[in-house]
């Protein structure tokens, strides 16, 4: 089992930066891949971000490649979400969740986190 807390979320102008960390609980964090998910008002949730277990290997969302940099630290178990030149179509409730694969499915993770909103304005 393994609980997730994201934290970092909040107000920014359009061209801000924000970085989401997601901390997890238990001594198994280091065997699962990360993912970032978003869900804005009235719209599916999306996936954002993924890292393997390892971070060797890092997978984005069109929207947000070269904006966003997903990263790990394994002994701190935490991961986190650099969030550049931002939008205000990257205000979302952002999600961090723990699976066995770095997928883009949501169903490919098993545990989620409750989300942080980042709200970027115009």
């Known amino acids: 089992q393994v609980q997730l807390v994201e934290s970092g979320g909040g107000l920014v102008q359009a061209g801000g930066s924000l970085r989401l960390s997601c901390a997890a609980s238990g001594r198994t964090f280091r065997s699962y891949a990360m993912g970032w998910f978003r869900q804005a008002p009235g719209k599916v949730r999306e996936f954002v971000a993924a890292i393997s277990w390892s971070g060797s290997s890092t997978y984005y969302a069109d929207s947000v490649k070269g904006r966003f940099t997903i990263s790990r630290d394994n002994a701190k178990n935490t991961v986190y979400l650099r969030m550049n030149s931002l939008k205000p179509e990257d205000t979302a409730v952002y999600y961090c969740?723990?699976?066995?694969?770095?997928?883009?499915?949501?169903?490919?993770?098993?545990?989620w986190g409750q989300g942080t909103q980042v709200t970027v304005s115009s």
């Open positions: 969740a723990a699976g066995s694969v770095a997928g883009t499915d949501g169903y490919e993770y098993n545990f």
